[in-house]
């Protein structure tokens, strides 16, 4: 078992990580909540392998459940789903002294988080993500936020959870396809902080394998995240590192109306095109593409930019978060393990996502 705590000045909060924890969640949520009333949300892939699970354990510890099921996909991280949530946590008698769970992964995660940080101006709400991705990444930190037309995560927040409980046991009944996406994420640590990680994700041979050390993996995408949140809770500086890879990839994300391509698929694509790009220009040190390029096929993952209209991309680039008036801070790496923050004029970034003939679908 592995504990983390954040430590921010507002805020304080554990992350519990432990093979297992599921089977214990109800009396870990008595540690830290004293009332009765709890309102779960999740989605229907997660309700249908969990849902009666967690009903009965949090029920046996005497608490009172209303659960929310939504659609699974990215889909579900709109206004109108939002609403949605907003009717049944208020027809559930929902107080600001209540608690929310999010069960379930990076959707659920950000929808409940903005719903709880927004309904009655907020509500206390517990984590327990079910995906890889969530597991170290979206659960921590306090983004949360959802979807509009024009792009991701354009309407948020910072609102961080009471708690955040971990259990890898879970990610072994992830479609294969949500277990690579998650170690998308997994390998953008290793790219901007931790060489090591990188590494000893290169030499790992086998599901099997990734599985036996997926405790210790988990702990230190969330260790890693924990630092660069405490240095800088808001993302106005290190913590924009960590969007390595995401500029490009919500990009994709977006032209594909968040259908062809999961979140780690396209940070994937925009990790490996962003540093192939910085590599020519001579800012990131030769052979760091092919890495990357090496352990994405070793993961499944997809490094090939799709052919797209550039202009959209450059659109919906112009809506980024990241940008600051005419600049946008764009993150890449000098090395394995070393990222740094660029900032340039939004008229300039054709060139680091501009299309080439090799590597790239026609």
């Known amino acids: ?36 009333k709890i309102a779960l949300i999740t989605d229907k892939n997660v309700e249908k392998l969990y849902g009666k699970k967690i009903i009965a354990d949090l029920g046996k510890n005497g608490f009172e459940i209303k659960m929310i099921v939504i659609n699974p996909g990215e889909q579900s991280k709109s206004l109108d789903v939002l609403a949605n949530i907003y009717d049944e946590l208020l027809n559930f008698g929902i107080t600001r ?14 929808l409940t988080g903005f719903a709880t940080a927004t309904l009655l101006r907020g509500i206390p709400f517990i984590q327990i993500p079910t995906s890889l991705l969530a597991q170290i990444d979206s659960s921590v930190g306090g983004k949360v936020a959802v979807n509009l037309p024009k792009g991701k995560n354009l309407v948020g927040n910072f609102y961080h959870p009471k708690a955040v409980f971990i259990d890898p046991e879970l990610l072994k009944t992830l479609d294969k396809r949500f277990l690579h996406d998650g170690m998308a994420e997994v390998i953008k640590y290793g790219c901007i902080k931790d060489k090591d990680l990188f590494y000893r994700l290169l030499k790992l041979n086998s599901e099997e394998e990734l599985f ?6 988990i702990y230190q995408c969330c260790k890693i995240k924990k630092e660069v949140v405490e240095k800088d809770e808001l993302d106005t500086g290190e913590r924009m590192l960590l969007n390595f890879g995401h500029t490009l990839g919500h990009a994709i994300e977006k032209y594909f109306n968040y259908e062809w391509y999961t ?3 396209a940070v994937a ?17 030769r052979g760091t593409a092919d890495l990357i390029k090496e352990i994405l096929k070793k993961y499944g993952l997809s490094y090939i930019l799709p052919k797209m209209d ?20 764009l993150i890449l790496l000098k090395e394995i393990g070393e ?24």
């Open 97 to 110: 002294g209540d608690l929310v769970i999010a069960f379930g992964g990076g959707v659920v995660g950000d």
């Open 263 to 265: 979140h780690g698929e």
């Open 339 to 362: 990222s740094f923050i660029k900032q340039m004029d939004r008229e300039n970034i054709d060139a680091y996502i501009g299309r080439e003939n090799d590597d790239e679908e026609c």
């Open 1 to 36: 078992m592995y504990e983390i705590d954040i430590n921010l000045p507002q805020k304080s909060y554990p992350i519990m990580i432990k093979n297992g924890l599921m089977d214990h969640m109800g009396e870990e949520i008595k540690k830290i909540y004293k009332h009765k």
């Open 212 to 217: 036996d050390h997926i405790e210790e993996i």
């Open 269 to 285: 694509i925009g990790m490996y095109h962003i540093t192939k790009k910085s590599e020519v220009m001579g800012i990131t040190k």
């Open 310 to 329: 550039q202009r959209k991309n450059i659109e919906t680039i112009g809506l980024d978060k990241k940008n600051k008036g005419k600049d946008i801070n």
